[in-house]
């Protein structure tokens, strides 16, 4: 496997594995891109695992992160062209699972 391949399968997974990853890119997508907007839309998710699952997910170029010379500060979110491909293959998935987990359920 190549380096290149293991980086990917390690971010997939990292997103699918962090529980606020696919809930940041929908509401990004969907043009929620100020954290202030994105802690009121997203329930239970805390400023501090925001700002991180963010910054990982700027790390991975799903988001490009602007951020305004104003006071007080303003930062918006958006997702890249990255961002947009891997959000729809997530969601993809979803439903994939949504669809067919009652297959993988052990039979009674």
């Known amino acids: 496997m190549t380096d290149e391949t293991s980086a990917f399968r390690e971010m997939l997974l990292d997103c699918l594995a962090c529980k606020w990853s696919l809930h940041l890119l929908e509401k990004i997508g969907r043009g929620v891109n100020r954290p202030g ?4 839309n997203i329930d239970g998710l805390s400023t501090k695992v925001m700002n991180q699952s963010l910054q990982r997910l ?6 490009n ?3 305004f010379n104003e006071k007080p500060p303003r930062v918006e979110y ?3 062209l990255f ?6 293959a997530l969601l993809t998935l979803r439903a994939l699972q949504a669809k067919y987990s009652a297959l993988l359920l052990p039979s009674q």
């Open 37 to 40: 907007q994105l802690t009121r």
């Open 58 to 63: 700027v790390d991975y170029h799903l988001l």
């Open 65 to 67: 992160k602007q951020v």
């Open 78 to 80: 958006e997702l890249t």
């Open 83 to 88: 961002g947009q491909e891997v959000l729809d």
